[in-house]
């Protein structure tokens, strides 16, 4: 029901930002959260960022607070995420994934096909 596309990697500098975006088609629904993820080659795929329907709660991986920012636009159907001082460590694929809201705890429903960031030293 809901397709989501994400932009906005590239290749950048250590030090460098990045703004990502998630563009929602489809039905959307005020009640989704919003959240980032990443998977580097071989590695888990990690928690990066999460944002409420509202915007007006957001929480993020402890090794990214302080360097991301997570933001959303409703109006138009898309998440942000702004990506300071970056790091090679920070070099992944890319999700955007909306979620809904079960017992407080999100589930992630539906994931964009993602987007590489790719940080170079």
């Known amino acids: 029901q809901v397709q989501l596309v994400e932009s906005g990697g590239g290749l950048v500098q250590a030090g460098g930002s990045l703004r990502l975006s998630c563009a929602a088609s489809g039905r959307t629904f005020s009640s989704y959260a919003m959240g980032w993820f990443r998977q580097a080659p071989g590695k888990e795929r990690e928690f990066v960022a999460h944002?409420?329907?509202?915007?007006?709660?957001?929480n993020y991986a402890d090794f990214v607070k302080g360097r991301f920012t997570i933001s959303r636009d409703n109006a138009k159907n898309t998440v942000y995420l702004q990506m300071n001082s970056l790091k090679p460590e920070d070099t992944a694929l890319y999700y955007c994934a909306a979620s809904t809201v079960v017992a407080g705890v999100p589930v992630y429903d539906f994931w964009g096909q993602g987007t590489q960031v790719t940080v170079s030293s």
């Open positions: 944002i409420n329907w509202s915007g007006g709660s957001t």
